[in-house]
């Protein structure tokens, strides 16, 4: 059976289309995987290093940019579908699925178009575009929490949870520690605002600093900039602009400082983890917002917004957990709540039920 994988721009489509097709391949190991992702972002970092067969279109973004960049994704969006189409074409899948992002949309159009099956993954609480658009076509969307299925408004929808690489901590949450161990994630292209914040943060605790002990990816631009903050505060911290093993991250980590991106919301949930989430401001949806409000309306996580405040109210949190360690702990268990470990899994099931009707 082939299935072709499509999605990326940004980790946080590519990791969960691999996990797809790992998982896949485990379930039914005659599987033939074909992945395509862009020719803009990390798509031929990541993919080269997973030994599976993949292609890039020429896609971009079309959101969230000028006319002229809008007008050109537009007739690079017309020229990626034919492209797509052809590659669609030569592999003969018998079944697409879509996780998002600049190239999902392409190949998910080409899919459709050849009347070939849709299964659309959504990390987002709140859907993308191309998955807001593809969704009427699709035969079956798969959304990460509850609060994803009045977006799309069908009965195509399964709440799966987000497909990770990332493994659940095997020994649940700890009693925090002292000093406390915090983890600064901006997710896998850095956050610059974030960096600078959180920096700040830590040099407005003046002597109290000493109570911290900080592991913070930075992303790969701020690296020099927030070890050289951090070496004038006197703060023990590991500076790093990419961390390959997070489970390990994760397992260390009393509380973590993040972004809101899909995959950083669930890996903190399977982790267990009490967190402080500051959603990137800028995009049209709030994406990263409603995805934050999972963890805060449980009571698992402090939403906090990327403001000209930030700062000041960062140092504050910081200040107000390092008192109430119980808080910690009971974030991080109600953090468990939102776990969904098996997403991969039935993901999976579900491509594979759906090829075996579809009479692949």
């Known amino acids: 059976m082939r299935v072709l994988i499509t999605g990326g721009g940004t980790g946080g489509h590519l990791m969960p289309a691999i996990a797809i097709g790992e998982e896949l391949m485990r379930q039914h ?3 033939e995987l074909l992945f395509v992702g862009t020719t803009v972002g990390m798509d031929r970092e990541i993919y080269s290093k997973t030994g599976f067969r993949y292609e890039l279109l020429e896609a971009r973004g079309i959101r969230g940019h000028s006319l002229v960049e809008r007008a050109r994704a537009v007739f ?46 959504e990390q987002n609480t709140r859907p993308g575009l191309a998955n807001s658009l593809l969704s009427r076509f699709a035969k079956k969307i798969c959304v990460p929490f509850d609060e ?5 408004k069908n009965d195509k929808v399964i709440v799966t949870g987000t497909p990770l690489r990332f493994k659940a901590v095997p020994n649940g949450v700890p009693r925090p520690s002292e000093p406390l161990q915090i983890l600064v994630l901006g997710g896998s292209s850095g956050a610059h605002r974030l960096n600078v914040g959180v920096v700040q943060a830590f040099k407005n605790l003046g002597k109290n600093v000493i109570k911290y002990a900080v592991v913070h990816q930075t992303g790969p631009h701020d690296e020099d900039l927030v070890r050289g903050g951090y070496a004038e505060t006197g703060l023990e911290a590991k500076v790093t602009p990419f961390i390959d093993q997070m489970a390990e991250a994760y397992g260390r980590a009393d509380l973590i400082i993040a972004r809101a991106g899909g995959n950083t919301v669930a890996e903190i949930a ?15 949806d709030r994406q ?9 309306n449980l ?15 960062l140092t504050r949190e910081l200040s107000a957990l390092m008192r109430d360690r119980d808080r910690l702990r009971s974030m991080g268990e109600k953090a468990k709540i939102a776990a969904r470990p098996d997403a991969a899994s039935a993901i999976a099931r579900t491509c594979l039920d759906l090829a075996a009707g579809a009479g692949a």
């Open 76 to 121: 690079d969006f017309i020229g990626a579908v034919r492209q797509a189409s052809r590659v669609v074409s030569g592999f003969a899948p018998a079944l697409v699925v879509g996780v998002g992002g600049y190239a999902s949309a392409a190949a998910s159009a080409a899919a459709v178009l050849r009347g070939i099956p849709l299964v659309l993954v």
């Open 270 to 284: 399977l982790a267990g983890r009490p967190a402080i989430l500051v959603p990137y401001p800028f995009h049209p």
């Open 29 to 31: 190991p005659d599987t």
């Open 148 to 152: 994803s299925k009045h977006f799309f």
């Open 288 to 296: 990263q917002e409603h995805n934050a409000r999972v963890l805060e």
């Open 299 to 313: 009571g698992a996580a402090i939403l906090m917004h990327d403001d000209d405040h930030l700062a000041d109210n």
